[in-house]
């Protein structure tokens, strides 16, 4: 068998084994050092990584000054990717992502963090409800729920600050959105969220401890709870397919006010489907916490554009609206002393909002002191009305429980912060402000002032980074649930209710005669309305698996891009087709100006008049015949 020699080569010369060992270690170890590791993976300067919001918050007062440049410079980038101005849409948008950064930034402490804040409510104020944005959606109320622990016990006696509002408020909307994706049925699928969810609010002792003796506090815990049980109801169980569809969420009032929503909206008469209005105001405070709260944010909007449902809804708060039939009676069939305390405080906020954003000085004057219906009438007679400085009247009175006193303090502390420098509203600047000196005396009246003007600078300052046109959380999702749930075929003209059929008289005794409200609904149309207020049975919409939901989302997708191709084609197909007539045209003409006119020609060379022309072509006819 052959023996291949292989000639050994000595690189470092004939030395012994240990030096030329100690060679190798020195040589190699230049190469192992400048190897990148994964662990510390450069990142780029626009992007938000751990090591910096470290470095921030260990920073001294030297170093802070660079890092706060470069952290303003990525919550710029931040909030350009959320879309912000543009309303949540645009090629530059990513929603997702832009919550998921701003949560990350959120944890760097000082005053940059109010900033933080600031941009992720603005951002959940305009982003549109999309199903994309559940995932970052789930994240951000999992990390809501333990800023409000880091937060900790905070002083009784002493306001709110900033970061406390501000968490207060986005914990609010996030949740909102969460449940106003219940109600459209998109967390079908969505297992895994809802379970880590409500593993993070299963015990919400700690919301006490941080918004204690307040009710916004407990008007937070309320929500929360319901939120909880609804989170339990929508997630699967062990021997449940994750999306198998379950039952829905909204109520008959709210579905009610949705019908005379839609109605506003697309700028119908809102006379013809008051009896919807109507209902919706029957059923307030029969329903649950959410749906109530829900209602009053829907009446809030629609307030702020209809003057005549604001004075219908504050005519409903004196009692004295006679609703009663079939749809069980709410608080409306009582006055306002008597309402809940959610309920009352719930109607304090509305005419709060309707005073600061009412779209016309009519309406902001009626939210602040309503005094005589002019538009409602009850037997051919006027009614009254509450307002803001009619509710005031009410407390004077000792009328009033200590939460709703509370809600009616930090309201009117809220719109006198708004109109004292409006110098076209300056009375209504002065009758505020002495109102809020009659409740000075309450305990804590100082610290619930404080925690008002508070709330009015993080919204105005808010506000500030929002496009005034753009629609904000609550009128989008009521779009969403209209188009899903009010059908087209029902027309404004077949909501009014028709008066009910008399009853027989079993005896002959004389029985008054039912009250019949009246609306004014322009000078000189009156209109009638029944006040046996019936419930509409609407058609169910059906709740479809999220398997099919997706195919048939991407359906429209591939449909519509086909629509698009075809009619590349169709208008490229026209364009050729003009084409080749402007040509076949232009030949013609060609052809006309070659061919030569042999009777001008014969005419030019005879010296013919036209009268002789003309004399000679009648001969010629003649001739014929």
């Known amino acids: 068998m052959p023996v291949d020699k292989i000639r050994v080569q000595h690189k470092f010369g004939i030395i012994s084994h240990n030096h030329r060992q100690s060679l190798l270690d020195r040589i190699s170890a230049p190469a192992v050092s400048s190897t990148p590791s994964k662990s510390s993976r450069k990142t780029t300067p626009c992007e938000i990584s751990h090591d910096f919001i470290l470095s921030f ?8 000054s660079k890092l ?6 990525l919550l710029h980038r931040v909030k350009r990717r959320a879309g912000i101005v543009s309303g949540g849409t645009g090629n530059h948008v990513h929603i997702p992502r832009s919550w998921v950064e701003l949560t990350l930034l959120a944890r760097c402490k000082g005053p940059f963090r109010e900033e933080v804040l600031k941009a992720l409510l603005a951002s959940l104020i305009t982003a549109p409800p999309s199903i994309d944005n559940i995932p970052s959606l789930f994240l951000v109320c999992e990390t809501v729920i333990e800023w409000i622990k880091e937060l900790g016990n905070p002083i009784p006696e002493t306001a709110w600050s900033k970061t406390q509002i501000l968490t207060y408020y986005i914990t609010e909307l996030c949740f909102w959105r969460a449940y106003g994706h219940a109600l459209l049925h998109n967390l079908h699928g969505c297992g895994s969220f809802l379970s880590d969810l409500s593993w993070h609010i299963e015990n919400l002792d700690f919301i006490r401890k941080v918004y204690s003796k307040y ?3 407990e008007l937070l815990l309320r929500q929360l709870e319901s939120i909880k049980s609804v989170v339990s109801e929508v997630q699967p169980g062990k021997n449940e397919l994750e999306s198998s569809p379950k039952k829905s969420f909204i109520s008959a009032g709210l579905m009610h006010g949705l019908e005379f929503y839609q109605s506003v909206r697309n700028g119908a008469d809102p006379a013809t489907s008051l009896s919807a209005l109507l209902t919706t105001l029957s059923l307030l405070g029969t329903e649950n916490h959410l749906n109530t709260v829900l209602a009053m944010k829907l009446l809030s909007i629609i307030c702020c554009k209809n003057y005549l449902a604001l004075q219908i809804l504050q005519a409903a708060a004196t009692g004295t609206l006679p609703l009663h039939g079939n749809a069980s009676c709410g608080v409306c069939k009582s006055s306002f002393q008597q309402w809940d305390w959610v309920t009352a405080s719930e109607l304090i906020n509305l005419l709060v ?15 602040i002191q309503a005094g005589e219906m002019a538009s409602v009438r009850v037997d ?26 509370y809600s009616l303090q930090q309201g009117l502390t809220r719109v006198h912060a708004h109109v004292k420098n409006d110098p076209l509203r300056k009375s209504s ?4 402000w002495s109102s809020l000196q009659t409740l000075k005396d309450s305990p804590s009246h100082r610290v ?53 059929p008399k009853p027989t008289p079993k005896s002959p005794s004389i029985s008054r005669p039912p009250s019949v409200i009246s609306v004014i609904s322009r000078p000189g149309s009156v209109i009638r309305l029944s006040p046996n207020v019936s419930r ?13 939901r997706h195919d048939q989302i991407l359906r429209e997708v591939v449909s519509d891009q086909w629509y698009k191709e075809l009619m590349n084609v169709f208008k490229a197909a026209e364009k050729a087709q003009q084409t080749v007539a402007e040509c076949e045209q232009e030949s013609e003409a060609e052809q006309t100006e070659a061919e030569p006119n042999y009777a001008e020609q014969m005419i030019h060379e005879l010296g013919l008049t036209k009268t002789e022309v003309c004399s000679v072509m009648d001969e010629l006819v003649i001739d014929q015949k």
């Open 536 to 548: 509409r049975n609407y058609p169910v919409a059906p709740i479809l698996p999220m398997e099919v």
């Open 68 to 73: 706060e440049t470069q952290a303003s410079q």
């Open 429 to 432: 600047a002065h009758l505020i």
């Open 353 to 367: 909002d309707v005073a600061i954003k009412g779209s016309t000085s009519e309406i902001q004057k009626s939210a």
């Open 57 to 64: 918050n260990n920073a001294d007062p030297l170093n802070r």
């Open 448 to 500: 619930i002032v404080g925690i008002a003007l508070n709330k009015t600078e993080c919204i105005q300052d808010v506000d500030k980074e929002i496009n005034p046109i753009c629609k904000h959380f609550f009128e989008q999702m009521f779009d969403t649930l209209s188009d899903r749930y009010i059908p087209q075929s029902i027309s404004s003209a077949s909501s009014t209710s028709k008066p009910d």
């Open 380 to 405: 051919s007679a006027p009614v009254q009305g509450y307002g803001l400085l009619d509710l005031v009247s009410l407390n004077a009175e000792s009328a009033l429980s200590p939460a709703i006193q």
């Open 215 to 217: 009710p916004d506090g």
